[in-house]
């Protein structure tokens, strides 16, 4: 008899783990169950222990109290004994080498643990390309990982883990960088992994994923489980609620009609040769755009031509009326342009510095009336825009390595927003960030246009787009396509609009 089959015993129990680092508390407590074929979700805000959770669980970070039993034995603290024992983690860097090939990383983990010293190379590229058949993907297994799109890395990583016959997946953010067929597409992956009975731990940020999904949720809140239970016990709202403590609204926010001014930035005719074509845009002081389209939509190029990482090859920028052409970076801070990259950990932070040196690296040797601000003021800024920012850190000497995911993300706002730009160009501003922040953010970033800094936001995020813009351009394989007024377009429209070429 296969007793997992049966659901009668969970196959993987976290019991009362406990982790502090110093005199930060973070995990306290935390008890967590999971049977064979359920998907739970942990759900919690940033900085809540959802990740520290997870590397307990893995073995990468040891408890200071607290076990962990799979199939009812207790799992010493060792991430290869983790492996071993079935159990496979997702980070959200997806852990692969970039200079293997698809096959290569998926057998990788096979080779060591493998007991067959043998296992050779024949035999792993064999289990990859029927792995990556029974997932139904279709990917080259010869080609270097490096050479993948996000979501295809995505999906080696899972195959990755299900070559290792890994009964239980562990997920943490895994859709972050998925348009949406993608995550459908993982998400039907999930279901069918489930029915063999493999199950999943998923972390989310996403409400709508976690009502697919689950079955079950846990929700953490300061590193304490502070509900549990079966998804179809919760709303979306009180869901919300116990992530947040609060109740969040997400409606569109209150926007005033700016003043009709000249624009600040107008651009007119723009192209780069493969990535966009004739782009014409204007953005007055105060005002908020959005930029909306697909990953590969050149979405990401045009917002870096705006900022001066590359040269448009036709057209014109113009900032107050003057033609401009800028060479790099420096020339477009110079302008009073400020750019939040999409990728905080390769384009935006220091992890071994402070957090206050993150944020105000930029502002060092700017020069007030009162001379160049000295260590003690900078301090105070950084101290300031951690308050603004809601970044959940005891103060602001740590590294930056110890936030949160999401709290490092609002470590490289409040960095741009240190220059006061007349500009604030933001790529995927609330990507992993929590539902209450993310709010928090939109909130920020209207009140920053109120005092008459133009917004230009890139977003995949439709609910996102239409909470803060005035206006939303829908971008599709290199053009402008559609221009709508935030306040009188509908989800549906705008998520029609914005695949229009992926239907045709
Ligand atoms: N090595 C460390 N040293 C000090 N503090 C740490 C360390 N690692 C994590 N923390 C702290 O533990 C808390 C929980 O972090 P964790 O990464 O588990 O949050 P999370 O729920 O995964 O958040 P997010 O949704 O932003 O990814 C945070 O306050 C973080 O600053
Ligand atoms: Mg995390």
């Known amino acids: 008899m296969n007793d997992e089959a049966s659901g009668s015993t969970p196959i993987l129990q976290m019991q009362d783990i406990r982790k502090a680092y110093g005199s930060v508390r973070v995990l306290e407590d935390v008890s967590l169950e999971l049977g064979a074929g359920e998907v739970r979700c942990l759900a919690g805000e940033n900085g809540s222990g959802k990740s520290t959770l997870i590397k307990v669980l893995s073995g990468v970070v040891r408890a200071d109290a607290g076990q962990v039993r799979l199939h009812g034995r207790r799992l010493s603290s060792d991430p290869m ?5 079935g159990l496979s983690v997702i980070y959200q860097d997806f852990s692969l080498f970039p200079n293997l090939s698809v096959w290569e990383n998926i057998g990788f983990l096979r080779s060591v643990t493998c007991e067959d010293v043998f296992h050779r190379r024949g035999a792993r590229r064999r289990l990859a390309v029927d792995t990556l058949r029974r997932m139904q993907v279709d990917i080259d297994p010869d080609t270097p990982v490096e050479m993948l799109p996000v979501a295809s890395k995505q999906l080696v990583a899972i195959a990755r883990a299900l070559a290792n016959q890994a009964r239980i997946i562990v997920m943490d953010e895994p859709t972050t960088a998925l348009t949406r067929s993608e995550v459908a597409h993982l998400l039907d992956i999930v279901e069918t992994l489930k029915k063999d009975g493999v199950s999943f731990l998923f972390v989310s940020h996403k ?13 953490l809140r300061d590193g304490s489980v502070v509900m549990e239970g079966p998804i179809g016990a919760f709303d979306a709202g009180r869901l919300v609620e116990a992530m947040t403590g609060r109740s969040v609204d997400s409606q569109r926010l209150p926007r005033e009609q700016s003043p009709p001014q000249p624009p600040f930035l107008e651009v007119s005719g723009l192209g780069r040769r493969g990535e966009f074509v004739d782009v014409n845009l204007a953005l007055r002081p105060g005002e908020i755009v959005s930029v909306v389209g697909l990953l590969g939509s050149g979405r990401t ?12 090859d036709a057209g014109r920028i113009e900032i107050d ?13 110079a302008h009073g342009i400020a750019y939040v990259p999409e990728d905080r950990l390769t384009e935006g932070l220091f992890l071994s510095q402070s957090i206050a040196d993150n944020i105000t690296v930029s502002s060092l040797g700017k020069s007030t009336s009162f001379g160049i601000l000295g260590a003690a003021a900078l301090l105070q800024r950084a101290r300031a825009a951690v308050q603004n920012l809601r970044i959940k850190t005891p103060d602001v000497t740590p590294a930056v390595a110890t936030l949160s995911g999401g709290n490092q993300q609002r470590v490289v706002l409040a960095r741009w927003m240190e220059h006061d730009p007349k500009l604030l160009i933001l790529n995927g501003p609330t990507v992993g960030v929590d539902v209450g922040s993310k709010r928090d953010i939109h909130e920020l970033l209207v009140s920053l246009s109120r005092s008459g800094t133009s917004v230009m936001v890139v977003t995949d995020d439709i609910p996102e787009a239409i909470a803060l813009s005035d206006r939303i351009l829908v971008m599709v394989r290199g053009r402008i396509t559609a221009s709508f007024d935030a306040a009188a377009v509908d989800e549906d429209t705008l998520y029609n609009e914005v695949i229009r070429e992926d239907r045709t």
């Open 301 to 312: 190029e045009l917002a870096q031509t705006l900022f001066g990482y590359m040269k448009p």
């Open 321 to 333: 009326g003057k033609p401009v052409a800028f060479g790099d970076q420096t020339s477009a801070i």
């Open 207 to 219: 409400i709508e994923e976690v009502f697919a999904v689950c079955d079950t949720v846990t929700v």
């Open 81 to 85: 004994a983790a492996i071993a024992a």
